[in-house]
């Protein structure tokens, strides 16, 4: 990822002779994301990213907006990046991501304000959050704890990758939502193993299962493997629903539980190339 004073720099060069904005202004331009409506259709939920000049980096908050009143207000102020609110049911409390620790963890906060209670500590972080439709469970992925012959690695030789089959496979876990702001809850993990890692996903309305693209691995030269798969929260029985040539993902349920709507290259082998 490029750093703010190689954008900078990149910037002056290409674009030495505009005058209004200059490329500082442009660079310190707010920028409002991600945006999520609270249940009762009162409030959204959004990301604004920031530029910290002094650590030569992109901070992103969350923030709060009444559309009916114009009232807004920052919701996470912390040193780090918080973002990716997610409300839940109720609209009472929103989970979200923050790297205020170190790697992303998943966090709930209630949307008035006060302190954040962390749900997971794992070494390789979240990257995506979703609660369930019964507002009980959170899911969401991650590569877990880190392996301890890899902690060895890295205590030895320093961190580094191995290009091709050096993957830590990102699977789908489930975090109960405690009731009160207290305890953190232990994490379950619903898929494991090196057959695939998980991407997008998408809970059943009854809460029941989760749908979900899983690939090969997560080289991007994998993403034509991805395909589509269930899993069975109460036993954790993995089904693949779908497997043609090239991508399956984004799976989505109707309302009724009963289909999956997803996208797909529908088995052209050459799905990349322009028609």
């Not at 490329?23 to 409506?37: D, G, M, V, W, Y």
């Not at 009762?40 to 709060?64: E, K, L, M």
């Not at 209670?117 to 972080?125: A, H, V």
Request: proline share 7%; net charge negative; aromatic share 10%.
């Amino acid at each position: 990822m490029l750093t703010i004073r190689l954008l900078l720099a990149f910037a002056l060069v290409c674009a030495a002779a505009a005058q209004v904005p200059s490329t500082e202004q442009a660079l310190s331009f707010k920028r409002a994301s991600n945006p999520r409506i609270s249940p009762d259709g009162r409030f959204v939920a959004y990301d604004v990213r920031s530029t910290n000049w002094d650590d030569n980096a992109f901070d992103t908050q969350i923030w709060i907006a009444a559309p009916a009143s114009g009232e807004r207000y920052q919701l996470t102020s912390s040193n780090k990046s918080s973002s990716g609110a997610r409300w839940s049911p109720d609209g009472k409390r929103l989970a979200f991501i923050s790297d205020r620790n170190g790697k992303g963890q998943l966090y709930l906060i209630s949307p008035t304000g006060g302190e954040a209670l962390q749900l997971t500590n794992f070494d390789g972080g979240v990257n995506a959050a979703e609660w369930s439709p019964d507002g009980a469970t959170i899911a969401f992925t991650s590569t877990g704890p880190e392996p301890e012959a890899r902690k060895d690695r890295k205590k030895k030789y320093g961190e580094f990758e191995i290009v091709k089959n050096d993957y830590q496979m990102s699977h789908l876990w489930v975090v109960k939502a405690p009731s009160e702001f207290g305890e953190m809850p232990k994490p379950e993990q619903l898929t494991s193993g090196e057959k695939f890692t998980v991407g997008g996903f998408s809970w059943s309305p009854d809460s029941q299962r989760i749908a979900f693209a899983g690939a090969r691995d997560p080289s991007p030269a994998s993403g034509e493997t991805t395909d589509i798969y269930l899993v069975r929260v109460v036993d954790k029985g993995v089904t693949k629903l779908v497997s043609t040539q090239g991508p399956d993902r984004n799976p989505v349920w109707s309302p009724d539980g009963k289909q999956i709507a997803f996208e797909t290259a529908a088995g052209e082998e050459f799905f990349y190339l322009p028609q």
